[in-house]
């Protein structure tokens, strides 16, 4: 008789499990995920749980390895660069890549999570909603769930546990009891709140669509993501406290005094802006580090659970799927050997979602301050230039993160080393024509190696 597959449970159906359950089933595993919510394909989601998620490089190598990557060209809106919207309302472009075909795509949050869990269930997964795991036991791989209709309480066996329960997950939780495991868990000072752009007559866009739009205003801003409907998912991030915070906004009015003042051009466009400012929740946003992500082959970390993120780099996504990109050819190359399978996992991407973490806290200031000022976006163009003259040796930071699977790790340690070369390459010119070619290349000769680029 053959032997009986082995059960693996997950626990999250966000992002991460239904992509990675997928995978899992593949290789002929009985898969079942355990998910605190309802069904979002039959219950509607709560408000201020939109938001949308700029996919990039890491995310759609999974998505297509998958074989759902084409169907989700339909649900996606590519951004070509950032739209930087001044307070007298100028507008100016800054475009991501060096071409257009390196651009981000926005897809909202909803429709990702529901076409991943479709294509689980297709592919034999069982997902049990309104599960909500309470613990486990590590050694035994014990699940145990409350069910949050009838109060149930329960447990499931199996062979290995996933934690893909997000960056509140109660499956770190446990391992937070064992001896010597490692954690930290950094909070911003700032929150965020979901508003929304309408879309215009017969759902056209009323900004530029294939754009991320930025309101950069030094110590905070507002940005907006375009959806295929027509409507754009907007994101104000403001410091919780202090001047110019979600504190000082307690009235319709202050509301909307703040948004005339400092985002007078999309005041006009969000007609129910104050309506959604007090009914939207304010979000917080954490950067979690622990180690170690695994117990034996019993039980892992994977995604948020393992390493939450800031989202000003769009990655925690892509990063997401890229862990599952990585265990899944562990498991091809290794077999079923959790334990090891596990160590190398950990060891292979611990060092990287380091690096995007800490990418992702310094890039804030990039995106609500740097944006604006015009040396900065100077510096973008020189660098484009540089890639352009020296495509194996000069790629953008930006751009080793989001158009390619360069590690993190690789591209935070070249990123600081081209931040010195530009730093002095710009210091007295003003126009790329007075770019020193010569100096440039025995700079980038002598400090950088030639990356390998997938074709
Ligand atoms: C404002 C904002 C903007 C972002 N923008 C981007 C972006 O542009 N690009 C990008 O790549 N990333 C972005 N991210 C990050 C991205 O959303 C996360 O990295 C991603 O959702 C993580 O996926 P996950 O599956 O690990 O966790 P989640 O998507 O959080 O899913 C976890 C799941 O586990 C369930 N769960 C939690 N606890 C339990 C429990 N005890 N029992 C059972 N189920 C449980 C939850 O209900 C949820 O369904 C953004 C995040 C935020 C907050």
Redesign the pocket.
């Known amino acids: 008789m053959p032997a009986k597959p082995q059960t693996i449970t997950l ?7 239904p992509l990675l359950a997928m995978g899992l089933r593949r290789h002929g595993f009985t898969v079942e995920i ?4 309802s069904d979002m394909r039959r219950v509607r989601m709560s408000a201020g749980r939109s ?5 990039s490089a890491r ?1 759609i190598h999974a998505l297509t390895d998958a074989g759902l990557w084409g169907n989700m060209r339909k649900i996606i809106t590519p951004m070509k660069g950032r739209m930087m919207h001044s307070v007298a309302s100028e507008l100016t472009f800054q475009p991501y890549g060096k071409n257009e075909a390196e651009v981000i795509n926005s897809i909202s ?1 909803a429709e990702l999570n529901i076409a991943l869990m479709n294509a689980a269930e297709a592919e034999g997964v069982r997902i049990f909603f309104q ?4 613990g486990m036991d590590l050694k035994t791989g014990f699940v145990h769930l409350h069910d949050e209709q009838t109060g149930e309480e329960r447990t499931v066996e199996s062979a290995v546990v996933i934690g ?7 499956i770190r939780n446990e391992m937070l009891k064992l001896n010597r495991f490692k954690f930290s868990q950094q909070y911003l000072d700032y929150g ?1 709140k979901e508003l929304t752009i309408p879309a215009g007559p017969n759902g056209t866009h009323v900004i530029e669509e294939n754009a991320l739009h930025i309101w950069p205003r030094g110590n905070y801003m507002l940005i907006a993501l375009p959806n295929i409907d027509g409507t754009f998912a907007c ?1 104000l991030f403001l410091p919780f406290e202090g001047n110019d915070s979600f504190a000082q906004l307690n009235k319709h009015n202050e509301v909307l005094g703040f948004f005339q003042s400092r985002f007078p051009d999309a005041v006009p466009l969000m007609p129910q802006l104050t309506d959604n400012f007090f009914s939207n929740p304010t ?1 917080a ?1 954490v950067t979690v580090k622990c180690s170690p992500w695994h117990v034996e082959g019993k039980a892992l970390l ?4 393992a390493h ?2 800031v ?1 000003f780099f ?7 799927f890229e862990d599952c990109t990585c265990l899944l050819e562990l498991l091809d190359r290794h077999g079923a050997d959790w334990a090891r399978l596990f160590r190398e996992f950990e060891q292979a991407r611990k060092v990287n979602t380091d690096a995007i973490a800490d990418m992702a806290v310094e890039n804030f200031v990039e995106m609500r301050d740097r944006v604006a000022d015009p040396k900065f976006l100077f510096r973008k163009r020189v660098e484009l230039a540089l890639e352009e003259r020296f495509p194996h040796l000069f790629v953008p930071k930006y751009a080793m993160v989001t158009f390619h699977r360069i590690p993190y790790a690789t591209a935070m340690k070249r990123g600081t080393v081209q931040e010195r070369i530009l730093a002095e390459l710009c210091a007295s010119i003003e126009r790329i024509d007075e770019l020193d070619w010569g100096k440039a290349e025995r700079m980038i000769g002598a400090d950088l190696t030639p990356l390998e680029l997938a074709a």
């Open positions: 626990v999250g159906a966000g992002l991460n499990g355990y998910e605190r919510r938001i949308n998620l700029a996919l995310g949050r599960q909500r795991c309470t893909c329960d997000g960056s509140a997950s109660a965020y994101i979000g946003m994977l995604g948020d659970a939450a993120i989202p769009g990655q925690g996504i892509n990063c997401g």
